[in-house]
């Protein structure tokens, strides 16, 4: 083994090798459908573990335990201040196993060690914490009102914020334990109840920490996992009559279904959906700044990131200097597993992954497009995909318009700031947008000119526990984060009194 490769924890080891079954009402159940789902480790393409497929059956089960717990109250009846100690005591024991979590995500999704570190437990404690404290904050607001009759009634009146009721939580494959947390801890933090899918490539880490919310306190059948398919577990969760709120995140074709049936019974959602984000680097920026933040901002977690920046404009006199530089430090990055620290691009999540962004690189080397590609990794039948930068692609090529969501960005001249301002809202996406420049007008200007729910100035896809987060245009509903981030998971009710 060399001195940068990690080793794997005896704890993970045992983890991997359980006959894994469905966390519902506070246990380990069987699934009735007698199939398994393989998990592989995109590093090498073997298997490493295997998961329940959930039936609709079993997604009835979940939910009904978890309709049970709301309805006895025993959660979202607990004092505030306890629920909020429950919560941060949860958020103790994930740190706690912080190591064994980091390398289980590691092995299913393929991501550097050091963003499991950094980013799936770091950011994660931190959200986990931020949203427990959230618990004890949850207010109304009292009302004057003018209600003329009967003439001499007086009224009074004031709103309170109650817990919607069972959560179905839906996430996708790129940051599972991080975005898992972002639907359990409002769900909980609020008064509600989960049922969560993980995605089925990256199931293991949503399944160890539900037995650390058990061990923490939180009630059976309060937080209860369901693993399974997309088309089949996953639409019976969303589907199912007793769901009062979904919290999706993953692509904007799977969102726009699931709002679509959500439509029939009026269920709440909330969609983080994809985006195709645009960076706007005007010819005052400081090189140096750019390269280094949009290196982070393109290829961390090899490009799969809903926030990452894959198109990026760049004003005429700074276009040449900045090409050879982005190709400079393309051509530096060590691509190999991410349990090898010292590798800077890791494996995609999966082979279908790699194979569908091969087809976005083959089409346009095939249209004659410039393709400057850095390391192609080790070959040892793991899912890896050289990072690679695409130079002024033709407009009508799918990796123009369509999220690739790999390590693979565009690099686009444009003549002037106004005309990356048009290439950059020509998109049906507004995840998140950047602008580069040392001149703090233009800065507040584009600012406000780009269509993103997020907009970064000199930085682009860092995010914050207390910083809104969420799409415009076909990018999503609903914000996640920040202080209102429990608004939508309560129901706002007016009670009106006369006296
Ligand atoms: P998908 O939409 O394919 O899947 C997301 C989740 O939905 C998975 O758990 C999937 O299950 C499940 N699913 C699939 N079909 C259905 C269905 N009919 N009903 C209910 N659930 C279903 O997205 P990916 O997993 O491929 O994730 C990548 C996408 O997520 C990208 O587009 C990315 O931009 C987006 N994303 C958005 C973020 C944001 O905050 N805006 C953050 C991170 C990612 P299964 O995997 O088992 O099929």
Redesign the pocket.
């Known amino acids: 083994m060399s001195a940068t490769q990690v080793e794997i924890l005896e704890s993970v080891s045992r983890f991997l090798q359980r006959s894994h079954g469905l966390y519902i009402d506070g246990r380990w159940q069987e699934s009735t459908a007698a199939g398994r789902m393989a998990v592989w480790n995109p590093a090498d393409g073997r298997q490493i573990a295997s998961v329940a497929d959930a039936s609709a059956d079993d997604v009835n089960r979940a939910v009904n335990s978890a309709r049970h717990a709301f309805e006895s109250r025993i959660w979202a009846d607990m004092l505030p201040a306890i629920r909020e100690r429950v919560l941060l005591r949860f958020a103790d024991l994930v740190e706690q196993h912080a190591e064994e979590l980091a390398q289980l995500e590691t092995l299913e999704q393929g991501k550097s060690i050091a963003i499991s570190r950094a980013f799936e437990l770091g950011c994660t404690l931190n959200w986990m914490r931020y949203t427990a404290g959230l618990t004890t904050k949850i207010s109304g607001r009292t009302l004057e009102l003018s209600i003329p009759m009967p003439e001499g009634a007086r009224y009074q009146a004031w709103t309170r914020k109650e817990p919607t009721g069972v959560v179905a939580g839906?996430?996708?494959?790129?940051?599972p334990l991080m975005?898992g947390m972002w639907k359990v801890m409002p769900a909980l933090a609020a008064g509600c109840v989960i049922v969560i899918?993980?995605?089925?490539?990256t199931p293991l880490t949503l399944l160890r920490v539900a037995e650390l919310a058990s061990e923490a306190g939180v009630p059976d059948g309060v937080f209860n996992v369901v693993t399974?398919?997309?088309?089949t577990c996953?639409?019976a969760?969303?589907n199912h009559p007793a769901v009062a709120k979904v919290s999706?995140?993953?692509?904007?074709?799977?969102?726009k279904?699931?709002a679509r049936s959500a439509a029939d019974r009026l269920t709440r959602v909330t969609l983080?959906?994809?985006?195709k984000n645009p960076a706007l680097v005007l010819k005052d920026a400081d090189p140096v700044l750019v390269v280094e933040g949009l290196m982070t901002g393109s290829f961390l977690n090899q490009g799969q990131?809903?926030?990452a920046s894959s198109r990026i404009y760049i004003e005429a006199p700074l276009f040449d200097r900045l090409t050879a530089d982005f190709e400079q430090a393309v051509k530096s990055l060590k691509v190999g597993p991410g349990l090898d620290a010292s590798a800077h691009i890791n494996p995609v999540v999966s082979l279908a992954h790699q194979h569908k962004i091969g087809a976005f690189i083959d089409e346009a080397r095939a249209s004659g497009a410039t393709l400057l590609s850095g390391d192609a990794g080790p070959g040892n039948g793991g899912f890896y995909v050289a990072p690679t930068l695409v130079v002024n692609p033709d407009a009508g090529l799918r990796l123009v318009r369509e999220?690739v969501?790999g390590p693979v960005i565009n690099l686009v001249r444009v003549a002037d700031a106004a005309e990356g301002l048009r290439l950059a809202n020509d998109t049906e996406y507004g995840?998140t947008a950047s602008v580069w420049t040392q001149n703090l007008g233009q800065a507040l200007d584009y600012s406000a000119r780009l269509q993103a729910g997020t907009v970064w100035i000199n930085s682009h896809t860092l995010i914050d526990a207390n910083l809104p987060?969420?799409?415009m245009k076909q990018?999503?509903t609903g914000r996640d984060f920040g202080p209102d981030w429990l608004d939508g998971y309560c129901e706002e009710k007016s009670v009106c009194v006369r006296y």
């Open positions: 839906i996430v996708p494959w790129n940051f975005i899918k993980p995605s089925e490539t399974g398919q997309g088309s996953g639409a969760l969303v999706f995140t993953g692509s904007t074709q799977t969102g279904q699931i983080e959906l994809g985006g990131v809903c926030a999220e969501f995840l987060f969420g799409g990018s999503g």
